[in-house]
């Protein structure tokens, strides 16, 4: 998920466990919890249908068998500024023999360029949210995955632990420029960020233009926002959304100060939770229960008090003057029609600002379109890469596609 959906997601649920102590609630836990009203009605039916076990159970199921997330490649540690460490991981170019047939349906019958595509996540997810990117990738084109600041396998913010200082969109750019010192040391370089990857893209331009200018040879930008996220509605009525703005920053900074009780009444409210996720997350009515689960799983490893102190980072975002480094540069901007996140229209209005850019926008699709729709994610990938000049000539994909309940996972 992203910067926003996290607002609705942890506090949903931490306003759903803080129903038996209303009063430390009060007026903030009902604004927050209008936000998941409409998941809530859902989640009330299921409940009259399916029991607590059996739901449970197949939680449970799913956790065991699902297999999501399981790509793992060379590990790498990279330092930020302030000292935190910083986890990424490095898919190599594998030898071509076994590799020919998806070689060509990616890229047509000549090895691709020695680029090397770096994926930047979302807010609250990490780098196993490229999942099906990088099984098509995988061994055909060298990519590097890492872990923002605070999330999946990184260290926990240096400043922010130590500090208290707050996290900063133009701080995550420096991360990257660490990962890619660290993982990239020369070459030709691809930038894919989603959501909040997609910004600390746009403050890598910011702070180091010169690395654009001379290294960057293409960007994709998914589901993402160069500012004005503050106007952003979720999909709710203007009276609570108006309460959930005025309140949440100060509800975020309380629970992340009592982040033992708020952990333990997610893992109570679990239902609500996953109801809350679906929404944010998926438009199709049969996303895989596989992903939907894959995705609650990752929201659920990012402790509330992460989710708190990055939460002031995405009002105050604007990268929108950046935006003018990838002028010369293919780029590829993707958005789901039905984000209730970053909605549509933030990609929109980045093309319009970059307008030799690829806009596709993709109906049915929610905020987490490269899980929800991959084959479509990573066919205009391997366009990209074509358009970049990486490799000559380009083909669509297959096989690594439908996230469908009746699909397999690439």
Same mark, same amino acid.
């Given at each position: 998920?992203?910067?926003?959906?996290?607002?609705?997601?942890?506090?949903?649920?931490?306003?759903a466990?803080?129903?038996?102590?209303?009063?430390?609630?009060?007026?903030?836990?009902?604004a927050?919890?209008?936000?998941?009203?409409?998941?809530?009605?859902? %989640?009330?039916?299921?409940?009259?249908?399916? &029991? @607590?076990?059996? @739901?449970?159970?197949?939680?449970?199921?799913?956790?065991?068998?699902?297999? +999501?997330?399981?790509?793992?490649?060379?590990? &790498?540690?990279? +330092?930020?500024?302030?000292?935190?460490?910083?986890?990424?991981?490095?898919?190599?170019?594998?030898?071509?023999?076994?590799?020919?047939?998806?070689?060509? @349906?990616?890229?047509?019958?000549?090895? #691709?360029?020695?680029?090397?595509v770096?994926?930047s996540?979302?807010?609250?997810?990490?780098?196993?949210?490229?999942?099906?990117?990088?099984?098509?990738?995988?061994?055909v084109?060298?990519?590097?995955?890492?872990d923002?600041?605070?999330?999946?396998?990184?260290?926990?913010?240096?400043?922010?632990?130590?500090?208290?200082?707050?996290?900063?969109?133009?701080?995550?750019?420096?991360?990257?420029?660490?990962?890619?010192?660290?993982?990239?040391?020369?070459?030709?370089?691809?930038?894919?960020?989603?959501?909040? /990857?997609?910004?600390?893209?746009?403050?890598?331009?910011?702070?180091?233009?010169?690395?654009?200018?001379?290294r960057?040879?293409?960007v994709?930008? %998914?589901?993402?926002?160069?500012?004005?996220?503050?106007? %952003?509605?979720?999909?709710? #009525?203007?009276?609570?959304?108006?309460? %959930?703005?005025?309140?949440?920053?100060?509800?975020?900074?309380?629970?992340?100060?009592?982040?033992?009780?708020?952990?333990?009444?997610?893992?109570?409210?679990?239902?609500?939770?996953? /109801?809350?996720?679906?929404?944010?997350?998926?438009?199709? @009515?049969?996303?895989?229960?596989?992903?939907?689960?894959?995705?609650?799983?990752?929201?659920?490893?990012? #402790?509330?008090?992460?989710?708190a102190?990055? +939460?002031?980072?995405?009002?105050?975002?604007?990268?929108?003057?950046?935006?003018?480094?990838f002028a010369?540069? #293919?780029?590829?901007?993707?958005?789901?029609?039905?984000?209730?996140?970053?909605?549509?229209?933030?990609?929109?209005?980045?093309?319009?600002?970059?307008?030799?850019?690829?806009?596709?926008?993709?109906p049915?699709a929610?905020?987490?379109?490269?899980?929800?729709?991959?084959?479509?994610?990573t066919?205009?990938?391997?366009?990209?890469?074509?358009?970049?000049?990486?490799?000559?000539?380009?083909?669509?994909?297959?096989?690594?596609?439908?996230?469908?309940?009746?699909?397999?996972?690439?």
């Open positions: 998920m992203s910067e926003s959906s996290a607002e609705a997601v942890v506090g949903a649920a931490s306003a466990a803080s129903a038996g102590n209303w009063r430390r609630a009060g007026v903030a836990g009902a927050i919890g209008v936000v998941a009203a409409g998941a809530a009605a859902g %989640v009330a039916i299921e409940r009259l249908t399916v &029991g @607590r076990g059996m @739901r449970r159970k197949a939680r449970l199921a799913l956790d065991s068998a699902g297999p +999501y997330g399981t790509l793992r490649g060379t590990p &790498g540690k990279a +330092y930020a500024d302030d000292g935190t460490e910083l986890y990424y991981e490095v898919d190599e170019v594998e030898p071509e023999a076994p590799l020919g047939s998806r070689r060509r @349906r990616l890229f047509g019958r000549k090895a #691709p360029a020695p680029v090397t770096v994926f996540h979302g807010y609250c997810l990490n780098q196993d949210s490229w999942h099906f990117q990088r099984a098509a990738l995988r061994g084109v060298r990519t590097v995955h890492w923002q600041r605070s999330h999946g396998r990184s260290g926990r913010g240096a400043a922010q632990a130590k500090d208290g200082t707050p996290v900063t969109i133009d701080q995550l750019g420096g991360d990257l420029k660490a990962v890619i010192d660290a993982a990239v040391s020369e070459g030709p370089i691809v930038l894919v960020g989603h959501s909040m /990857g997609g910004m600390t893209v746009m403050a890598l331009a910011d702070r180091f233009p010169e690395l654009i200018r001379d960057v040879v293409a994709a930008l %998914v589901g993402t926002s160069s500012g004005r996220l503050g106007e %952003v509605n979720f999909g709710l #009525p203007v009276a609570g959304v108006n309460a %959930v703005r005025r309140v949440l920053p100060g509800v975020l900074k309380a629970l992340g100060q009592q982040a033992a009780l708020v952990e333990r009444g997610r893992r109570a409210t679990a239902d609500l939770f996953a /109801g809350v996720i679906k929404r944010y997350s998926f438009a199709g @009515r049969d996303v895989d229960p596989a992903i939907e689960r894959f995705a609650e799983r990752m929201i659920e490893g990012t #402790p509330i008090d992460v989710v102190e990055f +939460y002031p980072a995405f009002t105050d975002h604007d990268k929108t003057a950046a935006l003018a480094r010369d540069l #293919p780029v590829l901007v993707l958005a789901g029609v039905k984000d209730l996140v970053t909605p549509s229209e933030h990609s929109e209005a980045i093309a319009d600002l970059l307008p030799d850019a690829e806009l596709v926008l993709v049915d929610g905020h987490l379109v490269m899980l929800e729709h991959p084959e479509v994610v066919d205009r990938l391997a366009d990209l890469l074509t358009r970049a000049g990486a490799v000559p000539a380009g083909a669509t994909v297959g096989g690594y596609g439908s996230t469908s309940s009746s699909a397999q996972p690439g």
